[in-house]
Structures are given as structure tokens and as C-alpha cells.
């Protein structure tokens, strides 16, 4: 089709950043458009509900769960013009082979998740999918202690409960994680 060109476009940045409104309104965008639109989520991510996409304010959007990032291909139709995924971080690598498929049969892709685990590491597939964007968003809360701008989340001490500090997923919103600037987080850590 002349004209029809796929992009990968990527939202990042550490939690409480607003990843998931972005990417509800660039669904929303899309739909004004009337382009037809999928979402999926990772399996993992059942914080608020199994088959939407709920972000921190209680907007929601429905998403196909999968368990892993091969699986979309399988829901992609001939007329699927915008795919949009949240929490990536919880996907394995092949979701930057995927994303590329999605693209090279001109699909518009809109991908969402964590940069930087609760250590301030990489987290996951973001570092190659933000290699492999033509577009990306990184996007930042507000430090809770400071005020200043928050790119890193931490996982509240308190909450830890025995859990111990190699395991990287524990899925929680206010109660276990806080946005940090560098700062505060590295004074924490
Ligand atoms: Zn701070």
C-alpha cells in the first residue's frame, strides 16, 4: 500500500512517569483517526486488571495478555495499522524482533515500559528497543523527597518483607515504589 509506512516509537522512564496515559493517548489519537488499533500486555502485570491497561489514574483500555512477546504476531491482521504495548520491561528479547516485523509490514508501534529497574539498571528489552526506535519519549515523575525531576523508581525498604534484593519483579504502585532524581536515589541505595 503507497504511503503506509511502519514506525517504532518508544515511551520510557521510571514509574509514576505517566508511560501508560501517554500511551492511552496515543491509542486515542490513533482511534480519532479511525486506524485500527491492538494492545497487549505482558502476563506479569496484573496490578489492577487481567485484560485492560489501566494506568496510575484509572483510565482504561483493553490489551490481550500475553505470556510472551512472539505471541502477537498470531493477533496481527492484514488490517492492524497501530499496535500498542505496556509494561515491556516484562517481555523477553524477542519482542525487538517482533516490533521490527510489526514495522516492516508498516505498522505504526507504541511501546511503553521501565528503563531502569529498582537497582537503576536497564531493565530488560528497553535498552534494544530504544536502539532500535525512530521516535522515543523518555519520561520523568517527581522525586518524592526533593521535588526535583525523577528518573529512577525505588522500592521501598519497609515493604521488602523478607523479599530478597536479586529478585528484580515485584509488582506493586505507591506502596512499594517511589520516583527518585539520581540523587536521592543513589543516597538511598
Ligand atoms: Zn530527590
Same mark, same amino acid.
Given at each position: 500500500?503507497p504511503g503506509?509506512? =511502519? ?17 492511552q ?16 500486555k505482558?502476563?506479569i502485570? %496484573? ?19 500475553? &505470556?510472551?512477546?512472539?505471541e ?6 492484514? #488490517?492492524? &495499522? ?6 515491556? &520491561?516484562?517481555?523477553?528479547?524477542e519482542?525487538? +524482533? ?9 505498522? %505504526?508501534?507504541?511501546?511503553?515500559g ?5 537497582? =537503576?539498571?536497564?531493565?530488560? @528489552? ?7 526506535? &525512530? ?11 526533593? *521535588? ?10 519497609? +515493604?521488602?518483607?523478607?523479599?530478597? #534484593?536479586? /529478585?528484580?519483579?515485584?509488582? =506493586? *504502585?505507591?506502596?512499594?515504589?517511589? @520516583?527518585?532524581?539520581? /540523587? ?6
Amino acid at each position: 500500500m503507497p504511503g503506509k509506512k =511502519g514506525s517504532i516509537w518508544v515511551l520510557c522512564g521510571c514509574m509514576f512517569a505517566q508511560k501508560t496515559s501517554r500511551l492511552q493517548d496515543l491509542v486515542r489519537r490513533a482511534e480519532i483517526a479511525r486506524l485500527n488499533w491492538i494492545s497487549f500486555k505482558p502476563f506479569i502485570e %496484573q496490578r489492577y486488571s487481567p485484560d485492560r491497561i489501566v494506568s496510575h489514574d484509572g483510565r482504561q483500555m483493553n490489551a490481550i495478555v500475553i &505470556q510472551r512477546a512472539e505471541e502477537i504476531l498470531a493477533y496481527i491482521r492484514e #488490517d492492524t &495499522q497501530v499496535v500498542a504495548i505496556d509494561e515491556a &520491561q516484562f517481555l523477553n528479547d524477542e519482542i525487538i +524482533n517482533v516490533v521490527i516485523t510489526l514495522a516492516s509490514r508498516g505498522i %505504526q508501534v507504541y511501546i511503553a515500559g521501565l528503563d531502569t529497574d529498582f537497582r =537503576g539498571l536497564p531493565f530488560g @528489552p528497553i535498552p534494544g528497543l530504544l536502539a532500535i526506535a &525512530q521516535r522515543v519519549e523518555k519520561l520523568t515523575a517527581i522525586c518524592t523527597l526533593c *521535588g526535583e525531576e525523577a528518573t529512577r523508581t525505588i522500592r521501598l525498604p519497609q +515493604n521488602e518483607g523478607g523479599v530478597n #534484593d536479586e /529478585e528484580t519483579i515485584i509488582v =506493586g *504502585g505507591k506502596e512499594v515504589y517511589e @520516583p527518585r532524581c539520581l /540523587e536521592c536515589f543513589l543516597k538511598a541505595r
